[in-house]
T-cell receptor, first 114, second 109 residues
Framework: DAGVTQSPTHLIKTRGQHVTLRCSPI?????VSWYQQVLGQGPQFIFQ???????GRGNFPDRFSARQFPNYSSELNVNALLLGDSALYLC?????????????FGPGTRLTVT | QQPVQSPQAVILREGEDAVINCSSS?????VHWYRQKHGEAPVFLMI?????EQKGHEKISASFNEKKQQSSLYLTASQLSYSGTYFC??????????FGTGTSLTVIP
């Protein structure tokens, strides 16, 4: 079975632009979480989605939004990009539901904001 | 609410043992452990649930003291492949997940 996939792998954007990151969970997994990892730090929780509904939200500004589609894939959107948004964005899927289960991470999308 | 880990960094020779500690100021209902190698995504190691249930798929052991709000990860007879940054993590009742401060482990020949 394929693991968690994310696209694109790398992205360069300019301050003020908008970006959309995509994630496909492991087949059969219905929950997806998004994390931001700044160089040298641990991942910071942004969102969790389960069955297309937001189940958890981290301490990020409203510029960050996400959604989950009927096939359980997910998008993370960031508006009005700031230099500080430069980071590795990780998507994790978990089975079989929201709650306390192991998370399987995708390879991440490296976002650079100039 | 971020769990605090100790030590921050440790260097081992192959075959030596190590203990990584994770402590939280909030009540812990479960503790996850992940390892992240440089340039790669975190990889799940183990989850410990309140009540003693433990789920994992690698030959690594851990303990979970609910009263002290602490967990420890035990790495025995370390191998070069054990090198990486280890993170504990925990979820709160709002489904927010917090990774710990991280412990960098380097195993040398």
């Amino acid at each position: 079975d394929a693991g968690v996939t994310q696209s694109p792998t790398h992205l360069i954007k300019t301050r003020g632009q908008h970006v959309t990151l995509r994630c496909s969970p492991i087949s059969g997994h219905k929950s997806v979480s998004w994390y931001q990892q700044v160089l040298g730090q641990g991942p910071q929780f942004i969102f969790q989605y389960y069955e297309k509904e937001e189940r958890g939200r981290g301490n990020f500004p409203d510029r960050f939004s996400a959604r989950q589609f009927p096939n359980y894939s997910s998008e993370l959107n960031v508006n009005a990009l700031l230099l500080g948004d430069s980071a590795l964005y990780l998507c994790a899927s978990q089975s079989p539901s929201a709650g306390v289960y192991e998370q399987y991470f995708g390879p991440g999308t490296r976002l650079t904001v100039t | 609410q971020q769990p605090v880990q100790s030590p921050q960094a440790v260097i081992l020779r192959e075959g030596e043992d190590a203990v990584i500690n994770c402590s939280s100021s909030k009540a812990l209902y479960s503790v996850h452990w992940y390892r992240q190698k440089h340039g790669e995504a975190p990889v799940f190691l183990m989850i410990l649930l309140k009540g003693g249930e433990q789920k994992g798929h690698e030959k690594i052991s851990a303990s979970f003291n609910e009263k002290k709000q602490q967990s420890s990860l035990y790495l025995t007879a370390s191998q070069l492949s054990y090198s990486g940054t280890y993170f504990c993590g925990t979820a709160n009742t709002g489904n927010q997940f917090y990774f710990g401060t991280g412990t960098s482990l380097t195993v040398i020949p």
